[in-house]
């Protein structure tokens, strides 16, 4: 997501006095906005559609980690659990919490 410094900073004070403006500025221009209080940065304001593509991409970047050190595992021989004692310890697992309630 790229900003433009001199147009995507903006006080707390200027945002709150044009909130509607700014709101459909920054919808508009599909980037985040810098808000500063007393001249130092405080907060960024991001539209919906960026947050939601930069969520997706940091959730697929966590699941490309986990598959990675999944196989990195698997190359140096780890092979996890058999089936049959996973499935059995969900099945105690399950008798367990079903006992409790």
């Known amino acids: 997501m790229n900003m433009v410094l001199n147009i995507d900073v903006l006080s707390m004070a200027e945002f709150a ?3 509607r403006e700014h709101s ?3 919808k508009q221009r599909g ?3 810098v808000l500063t209080q007393d001249g130092e940065a405080a907060a960024v304001l991001v539209p919906v ?3 939601e593509k930069m969520a997706w991409e940091a959730h697929e970047h966590q699941m490309d980690q986990r598959l990675k ?3 990195d595992a698997y190359a140096q021989g ?3 659990t058999p ?3 996973f499935f ?3 099945y105690r697992e399950d008798e367990t919490t079903t006992e409790s309630v």
Do not use: F, I, K, Q
Request: charged fraction near 35%; glycine fraction near 4%.
């Open 17 to 19: 006095l044009n909130t």
């Open 24 to 26: 459909a500025r920054l």
């Open 88 to 90: 059995d310890s969900l």
């Open 31 to 33: 980037r985040a906005t």
């Open 83 to 85: 089936a049959r004692e």
């Open 69 to 71: 050190s999944a196989v």
């Open 78 to 80: 780890e092979r996890g």
């Open 49 to 51: 559609e960026a947050y």
